[in-house]
């Protein structure tokens, strides 16, 4: 089988690369395709659209800064009651 027979075989459609460059087309096509889908399940298990379960610290509420200010040092005990009565008859 010399060029002839090469030539007779593409033109029945074994030269399925037709040629050209676009097996690099269909080459970067994949590596997108498979690049998105990683991106996805990647997006996905993090979180995607929905709330944040572990999105860092929860905000503290006044009564336990109190306490943690208390247990610092920074307030006295007699400081620390003050505050907290005052928290409790503040309406909120």
């Known amino acids: 089988m ?3 027979g090469l030539s007779t075989l593409g033109q029945m459609g074994w030269d399925h690369m037709g040629g ?3 097996w690099i087309v269909m080459m970067l096509g994949m590596v997108l395709f498979w690049g998105a889908i990683i991106f996805l ?3 996905a298990v993090r979180g995607g659209l929905g709330e944040r379960q572990s999105g860092g610290p929860r905000a503290l509420t006044a009564l336990e800064m109190l306490e943690r200010r208390l ?3 920074e307030i006295t ?3 620390y009651r003050q505050r ?3 928290l ?3 309406p909120g």
């Open 88 to 90: 409790r008859e503040s």
């Open 20 to 22: 050209g460059g676009w």
């Open 77 to 79: 005990v007699e400081e």
């Open 84 to 86: 907290r009565e005052a």
């Open 41 to 43: 399940v990647v997006w």
């Open 71 to 73: 247990a610092e040092g």
């Open 2 to 4: 010399g060029m002839c």
